[in-house]
């Protein structure tokens, strides 16, 4: 298996390019974390012609909803939840510039279609890993939804995250490709 | 009679509850470590070391394997001859759970009502308890934390006698393609065959809960966990549904006496991290 790749953000469109199914990465730098209840939000927002809280332009959202941390920790297991929930919010905040996104799970048709339309990467992160994956989390700070609890908007400083590029800006698909590769009679 | 003060209930689930989210059992660990060795998919084999570096450190860090440490599944096993005393059954395991999930830094993930506020408990309560009472003057509780993400992709299909094992066959396999990579996978599939609707469920979940080294001590039934896991490993799904051959780890089947009329077969799915702890008070 090849060395991973390193990546930083932003992840700009340039970086996706590059970027193809099966590919593992290890990102550093700053990522955001928003699963349900905050996406519900975000596009709320958006829908009332407000600004998102955040400047998304070649950033990286990572569906998560941390366990609590402990005492002197920035954040306690930190796993994948699963994407498909996302879908329905994903496409406004793919035309908005949004990047990359992290989870675990496929995507509708509707995302695929728009990342390779934004130029968007997805990555999956181990579900089930949130114990190592929490180790790569050196800070995590609340922007906004703060009464929301382990499901508010918040920014984390990543370090060598490890994920695997599951659907790329050309239309790759590993959940499809992976299976049918593995599937028997 | 033996008494039992609620008050070492309580300290038991707790316990259990951080036990149960943070140390994998040992033969879970030795499973994890020969799939990682087996699984012909690279991309696979990645998936399976991490998950094995994870069990690593949730074990020395005491901190949850996985962020979503579920709704408390409480199974306790009431021997008729003890003596609840102090309190509450009930009220006891919740607390218990509460204690858990808060002292051991676990998420709380119950919401109060489903439908309309959806808000957190804040301590992970209610329980899901199953009571049982049996002989004797012990008591038994095992607890298997449950995350959505697998619970999720359960189904239940009242099938009739003449869809026969074919039938059933079919329904397992049909459940684990469509859950995908949802579960997590590598998972823990548990299977309960008979009874009526909420028993073959029940059945499932106590299948799902099994230790990973069981067997079915019905020999037929025993065939068919060995038999139903080589069919689900051929569907490709493989460890987070990115492709491979281990797309569960193990199969396990519990039956019970039906109707003349009925086969109702009951699907749980368990994630890569199939936790559970028991404790015998």
């Given at each position: 298996?090849?060395?991973?790749?390193?990546?930083?953000?932003?992840?700009t469109?340039?970086?996706?390019?590059?970027?193809?199914?099966?590919?593992r990465?290890?990102i550093?730098?700053?990522?955001?974390?928003?699963?349900?209840a905050?996406?519900?939000l975000?596009v709320?927002?958006?829908?009332?012609?407000?600004?998102?809280?955040?400047?998304?332009?070649?950033?990286i959202?990572?569906?998560?909803?941390?366990?609590?941390?402990?005492?002197?920790?920035?954040?306690g297991?930190?796993?994948?939840?699963?994407?498909?929930r996302?879908?329905?919010?994903?496409?406004?905040?793919?035309?908005l510039?949004?990047t990359?996104?992290?989870?675990?799970?496929?995507?509708?048709?509707?995302?695929?279609?728009?990342m390779q339309?934004?130029t968007?990467?997805?990555?999956?992160?181990?579900g089930?890993?949130?114990?190592?994956?929490?180790?790569?989390?050196?800070?995590?700070?609340?922007?906004?939804?703060?009464?929301?609890g382990?499901?508010a908007?918040?920014?984390?400083?990543?370090?060598?995250?490890?994920a695997?590029?599951?659907?790329?800006?050309?239309g790759?698909?590993?959940?499809?490709?992976?299976?049918?590769?593995?599937?028997?009679? | 009679?033996?008494?039992?003060?609620?008050?070492?209930?309580r300290?038991?689930v707790?316990?259990l509850?951080i036990?149960?989210?943070?140390?994998?059992?040992?033969?879970?660990?030795?499973?994890?470590?020969?799939?990682?060795?087996?699984?012909?998919?690279?991309?696979?084999?990645?998936?399976?070391?991490?998950?094995v570096?994870?069990?690593?450190?949730?074990a020395?860090?005491?901190?949850?394997?996985?962020?979503?440490?579920g709704?408390?599944?409480?199974f306790?096993?009431?021997?008729?001859?003890?003596?609840i005393?102090?309190g509450?059954?009930?009220?006891?395991v919740d607390?218990?759970?509460?204690?858990?999930?808060?002292?051991?830094?676990?998420?709380?993930?119950s919401?109060?009502?489903?439908?309309?506020?959806?808000?957190?408990?804040?301590?992970?309560t209610?329980?899901?308890?199953?009571?049982?009472?049996?002989?004797g003057?012990r008591?038994?509780?095992?607890?298997?934390?449950?995350?959505?993400g697998?619970?999720?992709?359960?189904?239940?299909?009242m099938?009739v006698?003449?869809?026969?094992?074919?039938?059933?066959?079919?329904?397992?396999?049909?459940?684990v393609?469509?859950?995908?990579?949802s579960?997590?996978p590598?998972?823990?599939?548990g299977?309960?065959?008979?009874?009526?609707?909420?028993k073959?469920?029940?059945?499932?979940?106590?299948a799902?809960?099994?230790?990973?080294?069981?067997?079915?001590?019905?020999?037929?039934?025993a065939?068919l966990?060995?038999?139903?896991?080589?069919l689900?490993?051929?569907?490709?799904?493989?460890?987070?549904?990115?492709g491979g051959?281990?797309?569960?780890f193990?199969v396990?089947?519990?039956f019970?006496?039906?109707?003349?009329?009925?086969?109702?077969?009951?699907?749980?799915?368990?994630?890569?991290a199939?936790r559970?702890?028991e404790?015998?008070?």
């Open positions: 298996m090849s060395e991973p790749i390193r990546l930083t953000t932003p992840l469109k340039d970086k996706v390019k590059q970027l193809k199914i099966g590919d990465v290890l550093t730098g700053t990522i955001y974390a928003a699963r349900d905050a996406h519900k975000m709320e927002a958006l829908d009332r012609g407000e600004p998102l809280p955040i400047d998304i332009r070649d950033q959202i990572y569906y998560v909803g941390p366990a609590p941390a402990k005492p002197g920790r920035p954040i297991s930190a796993g994948p939840t699963t994407a498909g996302m879908d329905a919010y994903t496409p406004r905040l793919l035309d510039g949004l990359g996104m992290i989870a675990k799970g496929n995507r509708s048709k509707a995302v695929l279609d728009s339309k934004n968007a990467v997805y990555f999956a992160a181990t089930g890993a949130g114990a190592l994956l929490a180790q790569r989390i050196k800070s995590y700070d609340v922007i906004a939804y703060a009464d929301l382990p499901e908007l918040a920014a984390m400083r990543v370090e060598d995250f490890p695997t590029v599951v659907a790329d800006c050309h790759g698909d590993l959940y499809k490709e992976g299976i049918k590769a593995y599937a028997r009679d | 009679m033996r008494e039992i003060h609620v008050d070492q209930i300290d038991a707790a316990e509850c036990k149960a989210n943070c140390l994998l059992p040992e033969d879970f660990f030795k499973v994890l470590r020969s799939s990682a060795e087996n699984e012909p998919s690279p991309v696979g084999r990645d998936v399976l070391c991490q998950l570096e994870n069990a690593e450190i949730a020395a860090d005491m901190s949850p394997i996985c962020q979503d440490t709704l408390a599944v409480v306790a096993e009431v021997g008729q001859d003890v003596h005393v102090g509450a059954f009930e009220e006891a607390a218990g759970v509460a204690k858990g999930y808060t002292d051991g830094y676990l998420r709380k993930s919401v109060a009502e489903p439908l309309f506020e959806r808000k957190n408990t804040r301590d992970n209610p329980a899901v308890l199953h009571t049982r009472l049996v002989p003057d008591l038994r509780i095992k607890l298997a934390p449950k995350g959505a697998s619970e999720n992709k359960g189904a239940l299909a099938l006698p003449a869809d026969g094992l074919e039938g059933v066959k079919r329904f397992v396999v049909e459940t393609r469509h859950a995908g990579s579960p997590c590598p998972m823990v599939v299977v309960g065959i008979g009874g009526n609707m909420e073959a469920c029940l059945c499932a979940k106590w799902c809960a099994r230790d990973i080294n069981s067997r079915n001590p019905d020999p037929r039934y065939a966990e060995e038999e139903l896991l080589e689900v490993n051929k569907i490709g799904t493989g460890p987070q549904g990115l051959r281990t797309t569960a193990k396990n089947v519990e019970c006496a039906t109707h003349i009329a009925s086969l109702p077969v009951a699907v749980n799915i368990n994630c890569n199939a559970h702890a404790v015998e008070l």
